[in-house]
């Protein structure tokens, strides 16, 4: 009887047992359930990761927009770590501050047209420092910058910021915020975030070849106009004074004994052949700038005694234009450290100007004055006058305010740029001003003071 009693209770202890390694086994297959779900959706990201990578690859070769494809590639980093946002920022060319090149997420509308101090928030740390950062606790990082969150009305809960670097220099920050799914990024998240990070910098480096590239199209292409604009003009220039050289030396073999004529046609051949040693003479000194070859025979001058000089050779041009030079305006005793005939030159060249794009029975006036360690020759004409966005190519080689076919004035474009050239030889300046509306333009040359 007592063993039949035992038998009941030995059964239900061994359903009990089983019941309990029914559990343990349901537990462990939920774990492993668990554990391949989690497994898949691992290889389910690195299938999307690899896909992505090799899509951008492709992209790269192809792509024809830089914003489009760095918009693409931030849209895919998005979607494959699970974030609110992602974004591209960029150095500025100071080195300064970080600007957003591309801002994807809800608030990238928004973000995109602000800027931060290179030394402000969580980028700026990642910046300065070239080195990764994972912060699930933004607001706890005294790098982190609340002003966005305060400006755009949203919550920063956790950022992952890498830096881009391009030849070895940092050049901006691959950076996304609030993941989505997971409370905290982890480094698998960065090594992820790094790879993509590569690849928005061959993005960077292949557009900005490919802008270099386009910027030397864009020289080639205007050096080439110059040279033709050059090749036609020197043309001109040459044939202008060759005329009537040649034309003069016919008639005189005919005319030897008739006296004015032949006083005449030596004094036109004379005045050409000037004008034709004065374009040769330039362009030998364009070559010697360039060669780095020019002598210089530096003296202590008398900025006075070189002014009056030039005046009086074009004594015959202010004339024949009828024009009205006052120099009362230059101070006695200005002493400058220069060469004497390329400082000649330079004055001369600019006071040439001044005639040539002067108006009939219009003015020059010429000042110079001494202050603190300076010593100034300022000339100043009426005109037409120069527009101020063509200021800047006047001191360009070959380049003229007035290129076209049908321009009312000579020379091969070189007066300016040669002074320029002498000037910095000097150690001196050249300033050029103009307007339009007041109808003058000054020249303007500061020496140091002796």
Partial sequence: MGTLKQAPANLEKRVQELDEQ??????????????????????????????????????????PRHNELLSDIMILVRKILKTEGSSILLLTDDGKELYFEVAQGDKGGEVKNFSLKVDQGIAGFVARNSQPLIENDPYSNPSFNPEFDQKTKHVTRNILCVP????????????????????????K???????????????????????????????????????????????????????PIVAWSTMLKDCVEERDVLI????????????????????????????????????ELSLNEITKTCLLLATKSVKLKGLKVD???????????????????????????????????????????RYEESVFLQ?????????????????????QVDESRTRKHGGLGVGLSLVQ???????AKLEITSSVENRETSVTLSFPSL
């Fill in 264 to 299: 005449e046609g030596i004094e036109e051949i004379e005045i050409q052949s000037n004008h034709l040693t004065g374009i040769v003479t330039n362009l030998v000194h364009l070559a010697e700038i360039d060669c780095d070859q020019v002598y210089l025979n530096l003296e």
């Fill in 327 to 369: 120099s009362e305006g230059i101070e006695e005793n200005l002493g400058v450290r220069a060469d004497e005939e390329k400082l000649q030159l330079c004055i001369s060249q600019i006071l040439e100007n001044a005639i040539k794009f002067n108006d009939p029975q219009g003015w020059i006036v010429f000042k110079g004055w």
């Fill in 421 to 427: 050239g002498f000037m910095d030889l000097f150690g």
């Fill in 22 to 63: 029914r559990m343990a086994l349901q537990a462990q297959m939920d774990s492993l359930s668990k554990k391949n779900q989690e497994l898949q959706q691992k290889i389910q990201q690195q299938d999307h990761l690899i896909e992505g990578i090799f899509s951008i690859h492709r992209a790269l070769l192809d792509h």
């Fill in 379 to 399: 000339c100043i004409n009426s005109g037409d006058g120069i527009p101020e966005s063509l200021l800047p190519i006047l001191t360009e080689r070959f380049r």
């Fill in 189 to 243: 998240d960065l090594e992820m975030l790094e790879l993509f990070c590569s690849q928005v910098s061959l993005a960077l480096m292949k557009f900005r070849m490919i802008e270099e590239l386009q910027d030397k199209n864009v020289e080639l292409e205007e050096s080439s106009q110059l040279k033709s604009f050059f090749l036609a003009t020197i043309s001109h220039e040459l044939r202008t004074p060759l005329t």
């Fill in 164 to 187: 881009l670097r391009y030849h070895k220099k940092t050049i901006g920050v691959l950076q996304v915020i609030n993941s989505i799914g997971h409370d905290q990024f982890d480094q």
